[in-house]
């Protein structure tokens, strides 16, 4: 699931910002951790399919199958993987990871 969360900060500074949970962020004013007042699931629309290729060191060149919206989403997952777009059907049975919202 993606996460848009919405904080305040005792210091008066508010902001919105999306993850891939929920979590605490830190306030850009005062560096204070704040948790989110409110949080909102975000679904995305998942219609591609993305051959991701991690850099393992025990498994080099391990790729899997990673179904998401875009790769800017993969990449905030997966920050040093090498991602292609394929042509696959997105019920694909080999798709290891599931970034849609949907699992």
């Not at 993850?19 to 951790?33: H, I, K």
């Not at 409110?38 to 629309?45: G, H, I, N, P, Y």
């Not at 989403?73 to 777009?85: E, S």
Request: proline content about 8%.
């Amino acid at each position: 699931m993606w996460y848009r969360n919405v904080y305040h900060c005792p210091c008066g500074n508010s902001w919105a910002d999306e993850w891939f949970s929920m979590c605490d962020d830190e306030c850009s004013e005062c560096r204070r951790d704040v948790s989110p007042t409110e949080e909102e699931c975000v679904l995305l629309r998942a219609d591609r399919v993305y051959e991701v290729t991690l850099p393992d060191p025990a498994t080099p060149g391990t790729t899997k199958l990673v179904l998401a919206d875009d790769d800017d989403i993969i990449r905030r997952y997966f920050p040093d993987a090498r991602i292609r777009q394929t042509d696959l059907p997105i019920d694909h049975p080999d798709i290891a990871v599931d970034l849609s919202g949907k699992s």
